[in-house]
């Protein structure tokens, strides 16, 4: 019997030298502790990505690039209104930025047609136009 608590004794005593050695990294060593939602990166050079919503989602039809003027169809109920500066995205990649000229409602064709001048970037047919 005293060997059998000579025995439970050492197996104690090793498995508490062994729990007091788990946590051997030094604290400057340990894991960086996460931000809070909706903090800012901590690095500046971090990128963020950001996925704007599909409201108000349009689609060049045409372009001029002579003229620098786009024509683009809104299927949505909701139209800009002339002078409304809207953005122009490739693959989810802002490519460019377009000023309403003219709204066009065409009821044989299930969208509305609207005319842009071209601000800035670079816009080809397909290109998605969104209200920001």
Request: one cysteine or more; proline letters at 8%; charged letters at 15%.
């Amino acid at each position: 019997m005293n060997a059998m608590r000579w025995l439970l004794s050492l197996l104690a005593g090793a498995g508490l030298l062994g729990f007091a050695g788990c946590k051997s990294t030094p604290q400057s060593a340990a894991a960086p502790k996460t931000a809070p939602a909706g903090s800012y990166p901590s690095q500046p050079d971090a990128k963020v990505i950001v996925t704007p919503g599909a409201a108000s989602l349009g689609r060049v039809a045409s372009v001029n690039l002579a003229s620098q003027f786009v024509v683009i169809t809104f299927p949505g109920a909701t139209l800009p209104v002339p002078e409304q500066k809207l953005s122009v995205f490739r693959q989810n990649l802002k490519v460019g930025e377009v000023r309403i000229c003219d709204v066009r409602v065409a009821p044989e064709h299930r969208g509305r047609n609207l005319v842009a001048d071209i601000v800035a970037g670079q816009v080809a047919v397909g290109d998605e136009v969104r209200v920001e």
